[in-house]
């Protein structure tokens, strides 16, 4: 363990500087925050390149036990002052702990669709809670991973990496263009579904198949036409209300768990 | 329509303020954002007391449509500088158009539960975000209501309405402590329906009877054991990951869709 002092000092500037996406992409790094999500990377096997904490915080056995594996494996263990860790961190939490860890997304020839029965695909996606909560509920329902077609937000962001729960370290998680992603998709067995209100079908009366991929599109906009008309089936959830919609993350919950009660 | 010149007019000091729990609990009026949100507030007959835009924007039929509206039921159109709107909304968008509104919660005893066969519940739910989005698939499932139970973030914030993208104009909404809601449930019908992981029945094979008010916990800590034991039913989703939970939105939202299928 080693101590650092003063706030412009180099390592604290680059881990603070990994909050902003430019710089996680340059680095292929990025931070995950508090003692239980780095408890759950380290028991997924994720041991973080640096630890970073403050002086004069309570011990913890798992904290500790989070030390003597980053030590272990020759990573980095840095103590900085409280006021240094809140300017990396962005919070004035005494008892934060922040890891840095290598980004790992996984190619898309790497997804393997006899994983599981469901895998999940945001279109688009642009709020980082959203994306966090998808791979939250990709753990949940047992997907062999999410697939992020198009810009979406960086499921690397600190907000992303939170919403998760920790499943950013145990969900495949694989980004590409959406011709890359339909060329890979027909390259073998796979129904793609959309969430959809064009001429589509009921969620509950559909007609599902393994490996099923469940897609939906953007916060604002849905997804293109053009993607809904290449999906093998188009599906719509009841609106019994004023809103025609959704939020993404809960209608790819919804229809992810109605796909696992009947393939699962 | 009148004019505000200046950043530290009282008037934007006022709208400004209602970004804050305090001084909107003291006024007992709220901000709604965006000219979508407020146009589906005109279109359920809430009408903002008063309406503030940016000098210089442009036209929008929709716009007109609301100011006409305001300023027919006696409500104050203030158009600010692009510097004071930044200041009153915190974003860089000379777009943007703001309404205050005031607050309209339901007290517990208006909740009519012959209205719908099935009810949202929250207790303790501290993420405005989760809080909005259970709004908004509120709406969708056509409950009768939302209940806030305990000490949950505040449905009048920003985040809140933001989230629930109009619900928060449509959905019946109360906020009761759990002696006083369950009290009053037990004084009519109604079936109290718990996600819990606690002895609990799989979701898709449990008995559900209208009403059936469905409720979930604390982000963090779920609900305590005593309201679990207090509930007709206990109900779990699969979780065939690593995590024991899902996001609170996504699993009030599942089991909703659920419940609606079987009493809808």
Known sequence: MRRITGLSNPTVKYLRSLRDKKHRRRERRF????????????????????????????AHPLLDALVADVEAAGGDVIEVSQEALSKIT???????????????DTPLSRIDRDAAPLFLVAQAMR????????????????????VLVDDCADPFSVEAVRASMGAIFTVPLAQARWDEFHA???????????????????????????????????????????YEMACDLRVHMPMKGRADSLNAAVASAVLSYEVLARLG
Chains 1, 2 share one sequence.
Do not use: I
Not at 38 to 58: K, N, Y
């Open 184 to 226: 890979w998709l027909r390259e073998g067995p796979g129904q793609l579904v959309a969430a959809s209100l064009r001429e589509s079908h009921d969620y509950r009366a559909a007609a599902y198949a393994a490996p099923c991929f469940v897609m939906v599109g953007n916060e604002s906009r849905g997804l293109p036409e053009e």
């Open 127 to 146: 709020d980082p809670g959203n994306l966090g909560t998808m791979l939250r509920t990709a753990d949940a329902v047992g997907a062999g991973g999410l």
């Open 31 to 58: 931070l995950a925050e508090g003692l239980r999500l780095l408890t759950d990377a380290r028991e997924t096997g994720h041991c973080p390149e640096t630890l970073v904490m403050a002086e004069g915080r309570e």
């Open 90 to 104: 962005g919070k004035d939490n005494p008892q934060a702990v922040s890891g840095v860890f290598a980004e790992f």
